[in-house]
């Protein structure tokens, strides 16, 4: 006899909850009191004031939904424009919802440097949260970034910065737009998303148990790993068992990027697995390990301060344009004994010039025999071979 009422109570509390006007936001001044009263939230077609952080701070188990256009007023400053705290919590977009950060009136094609861009979405969660959904337009400058968190799953996203590609004055206006950046994340899941931006599609940080599955990246540098951004901290410069499979990179920089920090703290890179990953019209890499970063960028001089152990690559296909002399399909810059284990197979990636491996090949892998066009070391040779067989033969004509 109780259980139908248990139900019929249960189902009387959900409902005035839902019917509580406090728990639909259509203006700013309301997100404070749904956020503190509420564990099921609608966002409406809501205008985020500019220079204001959407601050979602959430009670334990929250669903919040976002309806319609959420818009983000343009200023100058470095945001968040949200923020993302809490427990068991579920993010989604409704179907037809937008988030749009208004990249496009900031870009200047200056990123980092020129006015201040807002970082677009920061997200701490743990207790199996999900962010199902979310269809975001234009992020002003890195799109979510993804700190200390623990059994998240994003899932269904679209992220479109493909406004960004347009050129004034030569260069693209669009810089710096990450996709994802995750630093601190265990047990992270990326999948069934979509990227188009100017910058790294996902650059792992920090973190262990991590999957990315399913993406498309475009227009960006790749699909990458970027350890050492602590001077001081072991733990935060290590990255262990990130698996990234069954994704899609075009029209980018490089496929893979896995980059290390020459003026870093010591830290780790370890049990790292990239498997059917397919790179289209890539520019510069299909894949470029580098252990010679310094200030973002690529130094030449490799260090050993972040050994990378395991890197394991399966079933890696693709293009380069041949229109960059400087592109090939591989490219590994390791410093002397910090690379080890890895074991590569199915690596086809076409066009470009000949793979370089300094210090370090993997097993299944060898960069001289990588395919490549142009002057390549080995056609130098036979071009000194020719010569001295030249040289020979003219000196037999001559001597008596
Ligand atoms: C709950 O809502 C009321 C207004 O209806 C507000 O005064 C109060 O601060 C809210 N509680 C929290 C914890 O935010
Ligand atoms: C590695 O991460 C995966 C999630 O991608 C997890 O299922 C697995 O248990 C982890 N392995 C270890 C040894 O922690
Ligand atoms: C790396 O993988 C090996 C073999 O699967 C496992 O024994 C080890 O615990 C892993 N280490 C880390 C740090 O993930
Ligand atoms: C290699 O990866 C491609 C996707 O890039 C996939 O279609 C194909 O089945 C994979 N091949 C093997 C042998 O797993
Ligand atoms: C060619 O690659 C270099 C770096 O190696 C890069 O700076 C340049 O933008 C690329 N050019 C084109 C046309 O992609
Ligand atoms: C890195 O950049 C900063 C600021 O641009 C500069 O002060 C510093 O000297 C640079 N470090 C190196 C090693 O180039």
Redesign the pocket.
């Known amino acids: 006899m109780f259980k139908p009422f248990l139900i019929v109570f249960i189902f009387a509390l959900t409902s005035a909850q839902n019917a509580d006007p406090r728990c639909k936001v259509t203006k700013f001044s309301q997100v404070a009191s749904a956020v503190g009263n509420c564990t099921n939230i609608v966002i409406n077609n809501l205008v985020v004031p500019a220079g204001k952080t959407l601050e979602l701070y959430l009670k334990h188990g929250t669903t919040l939904t976002f309806e319609g256009i959420t818009s983000f007023e343009h200023i100058p400053w470095s945001g968040p424009l949200i923020r993302v705290k809490g427990k068991r919590v579920t993010i989604q977009g409704a179907p037809g919802s937008l988030l749009n950060g208004q990249g496009q009136l900031y870009w200047d094609h200056t990123g980092d440097k020129g006015l201040k861009k807002p970082q677009f979405m920061k997200i701490e969660v743990s207790e199996d949260s999900v962010f199902r959904n979310l269809n975001i337009l234009n992020c002003p400058h890195h799109c979510i970034y993804i700190g200390t968190s623990d059994r998240l799953t994003i899932t269904g996203w679209v992220i479109d910065n493909s406004y960004g590609d347009h050129v004034d004055n030569d260069y693209a206006i669009g810089k710096n737009t990450d996709g994802f950046d995750v630093s601190g994340a265990t047990n992270l899941i990326i999948e069934n998303t979509k990227v188009v931006n100017q910058d790294d599609c996902i650059a792992l940080r920090h973190g262990a148990n991590i999957l990315i599955r399913n993406m498309y990246c475009a227009g960006g540098h790749g699909i990458s790993i970027s350890v050492g951004f602590s001077y001081t901290t072991f733990i935060e410069n290590t990255l262990y068992n990130v698996t990234v499979q ?3 990179v075009v029209r980018s920089a490089n496929g893979i990027h896995v980059k290390t920090h020459a003026d870093a703290f010591k830290g780790e890179i370890k049990n790292i697995t990239y ?4 790179c289209s019209g890539l520019q510069r890499y299909g894949i470029t390990i580098q252990q010679d970063y310094v200030n973002g960028s690529s130094s030449g001089k490799a260090n050993t301060n972040i050994p990378i152990h395991n890197l394991n690559l ?2 890696i ?1 693709g293009n380069i344009l041949e229109t960059n002399h400087t592109s090939m399909p591989v490219y590994i810059n390791c410093g002397k004994g910090s690379c080890d284990g890895w074991s590569w197979s ?1 690596i086809h990636i076409s066009g470009g010039k000949k793979s370089i491996c300094n210090n370090y090949e993997p097993e299944g892998y060898s960069c001289l025999a990588s395919s490549g066009i142009g002057l390549t070391f080995n056609n130098f040779l036979l071009k000194i071979q020719f010569l001295i067989i030249v040289f020979i033969g003219v000196n037999s004509i001559f001597l008596p």
């Open positions: 069954d994704s899609v498997q059917n990953i397919h399966i079933n296909t199915g």
